[in-house]
């Protein structure tokens, strides 16, 4: 149980356009999700917390008219990285919490991002 | 300001021998921490979590130990598998309030050598 997907996997794109990433619960409703960006050698930053039917919580730092997050349902969330540079490239994971104290998250399989 | 520390950045063992993987933090509020295993390229996968009201947790070969007084947790792996070599990750829950936030260390890279 506690399944959580990601799509796509891998993306290219180029510089200015829009990339869509999409973040799916399988097997259980996510009160909450959490979107995380990995540099390389890095540890997880928290992008944003998003809980299903309001606006998404961003940390200090994260623009949120770049990275436009939407959770239009307790399985679904979805990441938009728009107008992308190259700077933007980076591995992109989402988590989803079970219960409302949301203590343990389990995470997608990741996005790699690559803005030629 | 780094809330949760984990000081090794690589540990390397031998096949069969234990791993320990050590992770301070520094808020006493914190009350729930995980463990994760990483491969590269792919998302964190929990292995283990311990409650603030417990001091050991054990599942398998994995034993998670806390320590409240010191705010330090070490994940005890034993014995060491080559299959055990990813990067380990703790994370701290700092509490009902916070949106279900982890904060998560900086990982330890082990390698298990046949």
């Known amino acids: 149980g506690a399944v959580v997907s990601q799509h796509p996997s891998r993306v290219i794109c180029k510089s200015g356009t829009s990339v869509k990433i999409e973040c799916r619960s399988l097997d259980f409703q996510a009160t909450t999700m959490f979107w995380y960006r990995q540099f390389p050698k890095k540890s997880l930053m928290l992008m944003a917390t998003s809980n299903e039917g309001s606006k998404a919580t961003y940390e200090q730092g994260v623009e949120k008219d770049k990275f436009l997050i939407n959770h239009a349902s307790l399985t679904l969330s979805t990441l938009t990285v728009t107008s992308a540079h190259p700077e933007d490239s980076s591995f992109y994971i989402c988590?989803?919490?079970?219960?409302?104290?949301?203590?343990?998250?389990?995470f997608g399989p990741g996005t790699r991002l690559l803005v030629l | 300001d780094q809330q949760v520390k984990q000081n090794s950045p690589s540990l390397s063992v031998q096949e069969g021998r234990i791993s320990i993987l050590n992770c301070d933090y520094t808020n006493s509020m914190f009350d729930y921490f995980l463990w994760y295993k990483k491969y590269p390229a792919e998302g964190p996968t929990f292995l283990i979590s311990?409650?603030?009201?417990?001091d050991k947790n054990e599942d398998g070969r994995f034993t998670v130990f806390l320590n409240k007084s010191a705010k330090h947790l070490s994940l005890h792996i034993v014995p060491s598998q080559p299959g055990d070599s990813a990067v380990y990750f703790c994370a701290a829950n700092p509490g009902y309030n916070q949106g279900g936030k982890l904060i998560f260390g900086q990982g330890t890279e082990l390698s298990v050598k046949p």
């Open positions: 311990i409650s603030s009201i417990k």
């Open positions: 988590s989803a919490s079970l219960g409302s104290a949301g203590e343990t998250q389990y």
